[in-house]
């Protein structure tokens, strides 16, 4: 499809510019430069740092998207392996409630998959390395249009004067990986507890011994736990959640980070050098207790090329009326996951009794739900039918 190459007297080597190189961006620029867009990527190469604790659940829609732009991590017989599918998944509450999901009963491979974050990220840039389109710049060039992947704390965003509203959780995560005594078996587990939020996310493949923790808890605790001995955090560990992997013991460093709910106020805006459009994290940030962060973001990359690749002959992928097609269709999702993980966080970290009594109650009759229940499957799946 045509683009208008004319601006200010010379020619525009770009059609869209990337401002941010982490996964969101980095499959973004995949998705266009297959469809012939000249794409100017804009950042220095994404840490692929061994000491990167953090994990990543994707849906099969996510998978299918990195698949697409043969992204998609694979083993290495020489590595652990780096996607670990999630089988089946344990949500226990704080008085006896439980609730199991498994991807047997709705025809399903996997729930989800757990990836290894420098592992996407390496493959995301070898595909890089290898896609005609893609031109890697330090600065940002003059381009139709300039889609900001930044992060939640964007500095172009911040400089365009965009509206982000920020509303934080009383509450920070806490992350490290374990080796525990005993194998996970492809189960994903939850624990919400006193208000806290505990999950273990299986790593190296289906019969690993390991983990990636994500914990929400009160920021004091949350540093305490952080630097105290490797030992005390994973006795805390396997204390809250019962010992279900036998001992533990931590591998590397723990990281925290504060917890949010974000959003801007607008995804897409006309400036001086052309329009702009925000995607990932520069958009939005849910709590991370459903494991649908960089879910969003995907999908937003994936909607933002289809529409593109989609427009009518006569417009410019800085068309704005264009971009608002891709803001109605994203914005919808992100509301209704942030209302999701909004109502749920609220409703684990209640301490009245009373509301304890019935969420845990509640938990045990929606496990029982039979079609309700493999209906939210298929939707966290990333299933819309």
């Known amino acids: 499809m045509p683009s208008n190459p004319s601006r200010a007297g010379g020619v525009r080597r770009h059609d869209v510019a990337i401002r941010g190189t982490g996964v969101v961006g980095l499959s973004l620029a995949l998705l266009l430069a297959r469809e012939r867009l ?17 994990a990543y659940a994707l849906n099969a829609a996510s998978k299918a998207v990195l698949a697409s732009v043969r992204a998609w991590p694979e083993d290495r017989s020489d590595e652990a392996p780096a996607v670990t599918p999630v089988r089946a998944m344990q949500v226990h509450g704080d008085d006896g409630g439980e609730l199991r999901f498994d991807a047997a009963p709705v025809g399903a491979e996997a729930l989800t998959w ?44 911040a400089a365009l004067g965009i509206d982000f509203d ?58 305490a736990l952080q630097q105290a001995p490797g030992a005390e955090l994973a006795a805390a560990v396997q204390q809250r959640c019962q ?42 940030a849910v709590h991370p207790l459903a ?52 109502g749920l966080f609220g409703l684990f970290s209640h301490d009245d009794t009373r509301i304890q009594g019935l969420r845990n109650w509640g938990l045990s009759a929606f496990d029982r739900s039979g079609p309700l229940k493999h209906w939210l499957v298929r939707q966290a799946m990333g299933q819309r039918s």
């Open 166 to 223: 920020v509303r934080p959780y009383p509450h920070k995560a806490l992350a490290a990986r374990l080796s525990t005594t005993l194998p996970h078996g492809g189960v994903a587990r939850q624990w919400f507890v006193n208000g806290e939020v505990l999950a273990l996310l299986p790593l190296d493949g289906a019969e690993g011994h390991a983990v990636a923790l994500v914990w929400s808890l009160p920021p004091d605790r949350a540093d």
């Open 38 to 54: 000249r794409v100017a990527l804009v950042g220095p190469a994404a840490p692929t740092g061994a000491d990167d604790v953090r």
């Open 114 to 157: 757990i990836v290894d974050v420098p592992s996407l990220e390496r493959r995301l840039t070898e595909a890089v390395q290898f896609q005609p389109g893609i031109e890697r710049l330090d600065e940002a060039p003059p381009a139709a249009l300039t889609v900001v992947c930044e992060g939640r704390r964007s500095s172009t965003r």
């Open 291 to 342: 494991g649908q962060g960089l879910n969003l973001g995907l999908a937003d990359a994936a909607e933002l090329a289809r529409v593109l690749a989609g427009r009518e002959y006569w417009r410019e992928v800085g068309d704005a009326r264009l971009l608002r097609r891709f803001e109605r269709a994203r914005a919808a999702d992100v509301q209704a996951m942030g209302l999701v993980t909004d």
């Open 243 to 284: 010992a279900a992997l036998g001992d533990m013991s931590l591998r590397g460093a723990a990281q925290t980070w504060p917890l949010e709910r974000s959003v801007a106020r607008q995804w897409t805006a006309r400036t001086e050098q052309g329009m702009v459009a925000l995607a990932g994290d520069a958009a939005h």
